[in-house]
């Protein structure tokens, strides 16, 4: 069996914001585990189950539009290659 892999996004947050677009991500079915990536640039990293992309993608598409977020690209996931 193949083990599960997550898809990789940042994006940047605005900083008054994190709480908003965290708790907001969580109440969707978590759709996805962020964290901080670089707390003074405010950029977060989330890794999301493949099954859950569409739901976190609508979610940053409205969080966008909200002006909440900004530039998410989708990167290769950085932990995946590390060795245990």
Not at 42 to 50: A, D, K, R, T
Not at 66 to 73: A, P, R, S, T
Request: with cysteine; charged share 25%.
């Amino acid at each position: 069996m193949e083990p599960m892999k997550s898809l990789y996004y940042q994006a940047f947050v605005e900083p008054t914001r994190c709480w908003y677009v965290t708790a907001i991500l969580r109440s969707s079915e978590h759709a996805c585990f962020d964290r901080t990536l670089d707390p003074e640039k405010s950029i977060l990293e989330f890794f999301v189950p493949e099954d859950m992309q569409a739901i976190f993608l609508d979610v940053m598409a409205h969080m966008s539009e909200q002006g909440h977020v900004k530039n998410l690209q989708q990167l290769p996931n950085r932990l995946e290659n590390i060795k245990q």
